[in-house]
């Protein structure tokens, strides 16, 4: 666990170090344990069929708050995506990330770090506001695997 954390810290770290723009810079935010006080809600928790594999719809992205695609440190996805989690959580004053999606194999968007995007990497994103169902559409296939999507309420 503290070695998979410290792995993960340091990729964030590299991630970090790239060149960036200033909304992006924001980046590796502090893994942050979530007190219980907080409330965790899946946003496919009322739907019987959700997909396994789902990525964001383009119209998340105005509600978009940050963003990092790097390679999966680890196998544990599960851990990952808790990470990725408490990351929201550990952003800012930890007022600011209302939801978080994690997924392996996701298509990393044009301009991101100044790059062309197109690649599958590991994707972790904040938003704004909580998601909901129709904020996501299944993936193609290969894509969004071990999707994972939490809202934060505190
Ligand atoms: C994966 O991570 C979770 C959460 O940290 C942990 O409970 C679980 O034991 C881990 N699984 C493996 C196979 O290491």
Redesign the pocket.
């Given at each position: 666990?503290l070695l998979s954390t410290t792995i993960f810290t340091a990729f964030a770290t590299l991630t970090s170090a790239r060149p960036t723009t200033l909304s992006e810079r924001a980046g590796g935010p502090a893994i942050k344990p979530i007190p219980d006080t907080c409330t965790l809600s899946n946003p496919y928790g009322q739907t019987a069929a959700a997909p396994s594999d789902f990525i964001p719809a383009p119209s998340t992205k105005s509600v978009e708050l940050y963003a990092a695609y790097y390679p999966s440190p680890s196998?544990?996805?599960?851990?990952m995506a808790?990470q990725c989690l408490q990351q929201c959580y550990g952003y800012g004053t930890s007022t600011e990330c209302k939801g978080a999606y994690w997924a392996e194999h996701v298509v990393v968007p044009s301009g991101y770090y100044g790059g062309e995007g197109g690649q599958l990497e590991t994707a972790c994103v904040f938003y704004t506001r909580p998601l909901t169902v129709a904020d996501f559409q299944e993936a193609s296939e290969g894509q969004g695997t071990s999707a994972y999507a939490r809202n934060i309420a505190c």
């Open positions: 666990m196998s544990n996805t599960t851990q808790q």
